[in-house]
């Protein structure tokens, strides 16, 4: 679906399948607007997924000013992972650029759940919606607390329905 470019709007970058897969569980959940969210093509790595934010996105940033995304990326437990993503953030970005992801990776949350990357995705985009945490709060997602609110309070208000 297209994205008014004019209207304030979420494009989210997955860095692989798994996290593609989510998304969509996530965009078919019915309180999510579709006409104000895009998926971006697999960045095939997070490394990948930063050097196309700053390359390829940050320009369009710049000329549409509604525009946030959101880069979904695999922590893979690595401590530093989020702080050399958001480092690489351009300054003049930073209030509409969000970093979110499973500390591992989507297969160790689907087998933990033992639910379907999209079904975590519907489940994901419930929590957000009704302002719950039941899935958000499970150990594998709870590092993204301080980034998840920030990105709630940025897109819920037409984000969702």
């Known amino acids: ?7 304030p709007h979420l494009l989210v970058l997955p860095e692989d399948d798994a996290n593609r897969q989510i998304f969509n569980g996530f965009i078919n959940h019915l309180s999510v607007n579709k006409s104000a969210i895009k998926d971006l093509p ?3 790595g997070w490394t990948k997924a930063v050097e196309q934010l700053r390359k390829n996105h ?9 525009r946030m995304i959101v880069l979904i990326v695999d922590f893979d ?5 989020f702080s050399y993503v958001e480092s690489q953030v351009p300054d003049d970005l930073k209030e509409r650029v ?3 992801g499973v500390q591992s990776n989507p297969e160790d949350l689907k087998r933990a759940t033992k639910k379907s ?4 995705g519907k489940a994901l985009a419930q929590d957000c919606s009704d302002n719950t945490n039941e899935l958000w709060g499970h150990e594998l997602l709870t590092h993204n607390k301080t980034e998840l609110e920030r990105m709630v309070s940025s ?3 037409f984000l969702f329905n």
Request: net charge positive; charged share 35%; no cysteine.
């Open 1 to 7: 679906m297209k994205v008014n470019r004019e209207q």
């Open 117 to 120: 990357f999209e079904d975590i």
């Open 58 to 66: 940050a320009p369009g940033m710049r000329q549409y000013l509604q």
């Open 42 to 44: 697999i960045a095939n």
């Open 155 to 157: 897109v819920k208000r």
């Open 98 to 100: 969000f970093i979110l």
């Open 77 to 81: 437990r690595d401590e530093n992972r």
